[in-house]
């Protein structure tokens, strides 16, 4: 390994280092010596300093290394060329093993894969490589096991633990026809699986290979870096050179300006600089990710901050977009015994209306008293229950069979019943809003979002319903998706602009909004591949925690530079007029590129 060879050298190095001082008197040995340890840590540096050259690529900060240590050894002094170059490598090392640590870190809080998968052959299970599992294999996860490929529970049920995909530490229970995902954790019960889709397109390798990519893109800041270093590092040999050339042709001593110029060379190494912008950032998408975050790039986390309007999408982003019962209204029953009345006739109903009803009930079912069941797709349900015709459906429905049903006033889906063509009464089914919404709207405002918007296909009285609760003031109802993408153009003219939807209707606004949201989008492979950002769990306020991450990234970066470059200017000030030396020009920068990587983690510690 590079590291592990890259320590042994330094090791070997600092040993020879060391006992150079024993043979200052024998000349030759004390040179040798040195000469060994030298080479010993920087042949690499001098191999990447020439592939770079050949690439046409001169200036880089192996090459004020190597032109630092190399002056020192015209000048004679040889231990102190040793020392730059062991300094320097000691720094690098170090620096290495922290950007590698946090990475492995990152990685292994988002290491969601199972290699393996019990797959169940006709008389026994067999335990092969999750890879080689075919969509429609049953798959059998035991307790405590990681559920290693993306499928639906055919048998069994359990409590999964989710935290590594969500972020939420609560269990969630899954039994018969419920999908299960990749990366979740078996807690307790034995579970058989259909898997719905192959290892490489599972929800964890999508997850971690999009964590591994988001580093791709650069940011503003990274960009500026890199132009800065390859304006700098010639800007800085020259400089170097202008500095022991003028004094010598105006007289003075040779040696001495020589010596002054190495120590700038030294102290103005870009390292901190180059090392802990990319780390920041990284380590920022980091953060998020154990929030239950995926930002798609650096870029990504730093335009965050930039947002001044969130346009959001009703069904599955504000609500649940899951039918639940929200007002029940009888005229002649109890309303346990009206609600009972309609479950029993919904029974056999696989309409999202019928399981909302029997949701809402709760009770198990007693067959028996069913005796007839007829569907009316898009209209409503009959069936004989306890011997007696009861209608359960919409207004137009039930008025077919003769029924006067009465004007009802409310918002929402509402489902009409009678008995024996009696009049009965009516439930009303709405899509419930989460109540992190409410929570979104309300703090919102803290990280500069100015404006929230709705929009939403839906009808324009619902949408004004549910904006009226969460408190959005501006909303568009009944859009086709072409509208949402006219509306978001508009939008994005005057403001920054995010999007935020279920990833499926909504990827064409989503990809083309300034930054692209996606809600649940771990089991919408149109998410994935359009958003920016996936919220792993439905929850808005994540966004607001995330811009959060994006602030802090952004300040720990800006800090690092600016302390980076006010302690460069001042030693490089200070060697200029002999104030300093080299020993102390190589501590300084070592120290400052470890101090910078060092104040990086503060995006991993800090609360937000």
Known sequence: MKINSLLLRIVISTLLFILSFFFQEYKDIYFIILLVSYLLVCFEMYKECFLHILKKDFFDENLLMILATLGAFFIGKYQEGVMVILLFQIGEYLSDLAVDRSRDAIIKTMDLRSDYANIKRVRKVEKIAADKVNVGDIIVIKPGEKIPLDGVVVKGESY??????????????????????????????????????????????????????????????????????????????????????????????????????????????????????????????????????????????????????????KTGTVTYGKAVVSHIESLTLSEDRFLELVALTEHFSIHPIGRAIKDKYGKIIDERRIDEFEDFPGKGVKALIDKKEVLVGKREFLESYGVVVPDVSRIGTIVYAAIENKYLGYIVIEDEIKKESYSFVKNAKSVGIDNILMLSGDNEEIVSDVCAKVGIEQYYGNLLPMDKLNKVKEIKKNSFTAFVGDGVNDAPVIKMSDIGISMGGIGSDAAIEASDIVLLKDNLNKIIDTIKISYLTKRVVIYNIFFALIVKFVVLFLGVFGITSVWAAVFADVGVTLIAILNTFIILKKKI
């Open 160 to 313: 999964l633990d989710t935290s590594s995909l969500t972020g939420e530490s609560m269990p969630k229970y899954v039994s018969i026809d419920d999908l299960v995902l990749s990366g979740s954790i078996n807690n307790n019960g034995l579970l058989e699986v259909r898997v719905s889709k192959k290892f490489e397109d599972s929800t964890a390798s999508k997850i971690i290979s999009l964590i591994e990519n988001s580093n791709e893109k650069k940011t503003k800041t990274e960009k500026f870096i890199t132009k800065f270093c390859k304006i700098y590092t010639p800007i800085v040999v020259l400089s170097a050179f202008l500095i022991t050339v003028i004094p010598t042709i105006l007289g003075y001593d040779f040696n001495t300006y020589l010596y002054r110029s190495l120590v700038f060379l030294v102290i103005s190494c870009p390292c901190a600089l180059v090392i802990s912008v990319p780390l920041g950032f990284f380590l920022g998408i980091g953060r998020a990710s154990r929030e239950g975050v995926i930002v798609k790039g650096t870029n990504e986390l730093d335009m965050l901050t930039n947002i001044r309007t969130v346009v959001l999408d």
